[in-house]
């Protein structure tokens, strides 16, 4: 059974950090796209990052370049998002995504495109 688990929000002040955790069980990370997405209230999920699988490159969300760094450690089977610089605007539910597809820059950032999806974790960047 595929499942992916997030970890790592919580509560911190503009100019921070976080680091994010997907975890997943039932298959091996490495053979799979993964992807990082967020969903503010009353907005639409966006992508915000992806790593592909067989270390086939990475992609950002042009508003988190440079200050957000995605990861993968195949021991753990654990991909990262490691975010510092944080603003008020990256507040939202961050959910992580898997699929066997590559992703390329036309479709990384394109939710149906992932066939997993973990449960999300909350982060709020406030004073």
């Known amino acids: 059974q595929v499942q992916l688990v997030e970890s790592g929000g919580g509560l911190v002040q503009p100019g921070g950090s976080l680091r994010l955790s997907c975890a997943a069980s039932?298959?091996?990370?490495?053979?799979?796209?993964i992807g990082w997405f967020r969903q503010a209230p009353g907005k639409e999920r966006e992508g915000v990052s992806c790593?592909?699988?067989?270390?086939?490159?990475?992609y950002y969300k042009d508003a988190v370049k440079g200050r957000f760094t995605i990861s993968r450690d195949n021991a753990k089977n654990t991909v990262y998002l490691q975010m510092n610089s944080l603003k008020p605007e990256d507040t939202a539910v961050y959910y992580c995504?898997?699929?066997?597809?590559?992703?390329?820059?036309?479709?990384?950032?394109?939710?149906?495109?992932?066939?997993?999806w973990g449960q999300g974790t909350q982060v709020t960047v406030s004073a």
């Open positions: 790593i592909n699988k067989r270390d086939r490159g990475t």
């Open positions: 039932g298959f091996s990370l490495d053979d799979y796209a």
């Open positions: 995504a898997a699929d066997l597809s590559v992703k390329y820059g036309g479709a990384w950032y394109i939710p149906r495109e992932y066939g997993y």
